[in-house]
């Protein structure tokens, strides 16, 4: 069983920083893409960054240039340093990760986490 475990999540000020962390635990063999989406209140859930195993990387129109999605690859874990927070980045956080291969047979899924909230009030 593949566990996604976030943390990091909070309250900040506007123009403050936040670091999110997610590893990814279990008998995992590989991961393709981990990065991170998130849903406002009354909102779809939107993408907010992702990395590939490669190291190719895709960021939402709303957070280029304020947030930076990086990982360990050895650590099965993916952060998100969000800078420059503003009020409308409120919303719960989800980490997910793509094409895990795990388990005795190597089956293939995509995983979330459980979301951590993020608040950006004065």
């Known amino acids: 069983q593949v566990q996604l475990v976030e943390s990091g999540g909070g309250s900040v000020q506007p123009g403050g920083s936040l670091r999110l962390s997610c590893a990814a635990s279990?008998?995992?063999?590989?991961?393709?893409?981990m990065g991170w989406y998130r849903q406002a209140p009354g909102k779809q859930r939107e993408l907010v960054a992702y990395m590939t195993s490669g190291g190719s990387t895709n960021y939402g129109d709303s957070v280029k240039g304020r947030f930076t999605v990086s990982r360990d690859n050895t650590k099965n874990t993916v952060y998100l340093q969000m800078n420059s927070l503003k009020p409308e980045d409120t919303a719960v956080y989800y980490c997910?990760?793509?094409?895990?291969?795990?388990?005795?047979?190597?089956?293939?899924?995509?995983?979330w986490g459980q979301g951590t909230q993020v608040t950006v009030s004065s």
């Open positions: 279990g008998s995992i063999f590989s991961i393709y893409a």
């Open positions: 997910k990760a793509d094409e895990v291969v795990a388990g005795p047979r190597g089956e293939r899924s995509d995983y």
